[in-house]
């Protein structure tokens, strides 16, 4: 759902007050029966951040000029939401929808390009979503994604496929980038809100690619609107990583854009979350959900929601690294629908096998065409303002 600026402006005051009082503003937005809600149950507790600062960069809708990336900061204000509540977004099914997926294909470039079964199972992947966010692209050859659709993906007599390729990433000679794949008959892009996000302090080893996409099978005026950020986090950083992510998702989640603030934003990739899972079918085994400890200070964000959180999303199914992330006030157009994809079944094969197109699995989650998941409904403060 989209909210006007008069929200923006309102978030921006309160991030004001609390570049002023810092860790006093518990209390003082109390004062005018307004909690702080953090975690994935909703627990009522203290924004983390101080010292807030706002991106100036203005932005436009579709068809118009080109968007100039928020940097990220040192530090990030609170993102003013409703009341927690106590369990996730209520499914909705039996809508239209899309389905958002992301998958880490491990060190994908020339050789698994010299492996035809291999680039033919991975077309099939892609295939099965609307949009898919991948990471861990490594080559030198520009043209590598390119000819990945035009050769595997792109059959005749199936819609076509179109990307958004990032810029190589990283501190060392093994750059990587990300690039987002969609089916051009259920989406399109934005093409003035692609960019990889700046990052002048070097809190990310590879910074977030940001993308602006639009349900194409319901009217302009009613289609979900939405913004995916693609991710990898550094497994050596990966905490210091997450707490800089809860500050680029709170700068995206304020970016200007055609006059308003675009609030769905997903965050999506592979977020190196270090939580032991197991397959439920696994009786006994080491497991845990992901907690929101797990998320650093993004999971202090109110609102925040990993769809997934027991599921392992590695091969070899021992860990929950990967995941897609929506804000809970915000996207109601999530279905409730999300997983894992299992690639031994998938394909009836073997480990070894799936463990040649990654060590990662695919996730992936469903959500309505519709803007707040009904046809023209309106989004509307928690006191039932318009936005």
């Known amino acids: 759902m989209r909210r006007t600026t008069s929200y923006a402006s309102i978030a921006a005051l309160l991030g004001g007050v609390y570049m002023m009082y810092g860790g006093q503003i518990g209390e003082l937005l109390g004062q005018f029966g307004i909690e702080l809600p953090g975690g994935f149950g909703g627990v009522t507790q203290n924004a983390p951040w101080a010292g807030a600062q706002y991106p100036s960069a203005t932005n436009t809708g579709y068809g118009s000029q080109p968007y100039s990336s928020p940097p990220l900061v040192n530090s990030a204000p609170p993102v003013i939401g409703p009341p927690a509540a106590a369990q996730p977004p209520i499914p909705i099914a039996g809508r239209p929808s899309l389905k958002i997926a992301s998958y880490n294909i491990q060190v994908f470039g020339e050789s698994k390009a010299a492996k035809p079964q291999v680039m033919q199972a991975l077309a099939h992947l892609v295939r099965m979503f609307d949009v898919i966010a991948i990471q861990e692209i490594r080559t030198q050859n520009d043209y590598f994604i390119d000819n990945f659709l035009r050769t595997y993906v792109n059959q005749p007599g199936l819609p076509p496929y179109d990307r ?217 403060t928690p006191a039932s303002s318009s936005r």
């Open 164 to 380: 958004r390729v990032g810029r190589r990433l990283g501190r060392t000679n093994s750059t990587e980038q990300y690039a987002f794949l969609y089916n051009t008959a259920t989406v399109e892009v934005n093409p003035q809100v692609v960019f990889t996000m700046e990052d002048p302090n070097d809190l990310l080893h590879r910074e977030p690619m940001v993308a602006m996409f639009r349900a194409k099978q319901a009217p302009p005026e009613q289609a979900f609107t939405f913004i995916l950020m693609n991710v990898h986090t550094d497994p050596d950083e990966a905490k210091q990583e997450l707490d800089a992510l809860a500050q680029a998702y709170t700068a995206v989640q304020r970016m200007p854009i055609g006059g308003g603030v675009e609030d769905d934003v997903i965050l999506l990739g592979d977020l190196n979350t270090n939580v032991p899972a197991k397959p439920s079918t696994m009786i006994g085994a080491s497991s845990r959900p992901l907690q929101p400890r797990d998320f650093g200070l993004l999971g202090d964000i109110p609102g925040i929601y990993p769809v997934i959180q027991t599921e392992p999303t590695n091969t070899v199914q021992t860990k929950l690294h990967d995941n897609i992330v929506i804000n809970r006030y915000a996207t109601s157009e999530f279905t409730g629908q999300a997983g894992v994809l299992d690639l031994v079944r998938q394909f009836n094969t073997t480990i070894e096998f799936a463990g040649e197109l990654s060590d990662h699995l695919p996730v992936w989650g469903e959500f309505s065409i519709y803007e707040s998941a009904a046809p023209g409904r309106i989004a509307v």
